[in-house]
């Protein structure tokens, strides 16, 4: 059975302070890895595929980077506007194809 | 890109009633849909998966007479919460698969707040 871990679960920064999120994985086939920002009362909005070890993508302040058991969403002098809920997600692979199995989450919070 | 609406943004209803949530692809064709329920401070939890066209597959659980779900064209799934009751209350939040996507991603709509008084 597929398992994401997120951590830490909850994450408080100070505005410029950079840091990281982790995703680790445990598939029988990686077919893919997705990063995915929630705010409040809303739903995911789509950040990042990624698919193969060593991959890299970027996007404003955002780095997702992948290896063959982790993710790592690195947040680069982040903004309060940065805060929201960040997920990670791998698609299932035989009988569950394309469904995803999520990881907890990671609360991130950044002050001004 | 990929733009996943959905109708209404909230609804409040009695219990007893049924009560019919739209989920629309805007820019892209989908035969696969998704439909998802979360509780508070929780990650998202599948109810059911739908294709275009057939039945849809619900996850163990899921009472598939209380939850109907038709998937009509490559562009809308409904969801549909039957004689709901206070427990019914909760977010739903579709999401759906472009056809012919590469990595499988799913792009969710913004969601539908249901209040059961």
């Known amino acids: 059975e597929d398992q994401v871990t997120q951590s830490p679960e909850a994450l408080r920064l100070q505005e410029g302070e950079s840091s990281s999120l982790n995703c680790s994985y445990t598939?029988?086939?990686?077919?893919?890895l997705f990063w995915y920002r929630q705010d409040p009362g809303k739903g995911p909005e789509f950040l990042f595929t990624?698919?193969?070890a060593g991959e890299e993508k970027e996007k404003e302040r955002l780095k997702a980077t992948l290896t063959k058991k982790e993710s790592f969403l690195h947040i680069t002098a982040p903004k309060p506007e940065d805060s929201a809920t960040y997920l990670c997600?791998?698609?299932?692979?035989?009988?569950?194809?394309?469904?995803?199995?999520f990881g907890q989450g990671t609360i991130l919070t950044v002050h001004p | 890109g990929a733009v996943v609406s959905q109708h209404p943004s909230r609804v409040i209803c009695k219990s007893g009633t049924s009560v019919k949530i739209e989920c629309r692809s805007l820019d892209f064709q989908a035969t696969t849909m998704f439909w998802y329920r979360q509780f508070p401070k929780k990650s998202l939890m599948l109810m059911a998966t739908s294709n275009e066209g057939s039945k849809a597959t619900y996850e163990q659980g899921v009472e598939k007479d209380k939850f109907l779900i038709n998937h009509a064209s490559l562009t809308l799934s409904t969801l549909t919460v039957t004689s709901a009751h206070p427990e019914d209350s909760s977010f739903y939040i579709c999401?759906?698969?472009?056809?012919?996507?590469?990595?499988?991603?799913?792009?969710f709509g913004p969601g539908t707040r249901l209040t059961v008084l």
């Open positions: 997600a791998v698609p299932a692979g035989g009988t569950s194809y394309g469904k995803l199995t």
């Open positions: 598939v029988s086939g990686l077919r893919g």
């Open positions: 990624l698919y193969s």
């Open positions: 999401s759906a698969r472009p056809w012919g996507a590469t990595y499988n991603e799913q792009f």
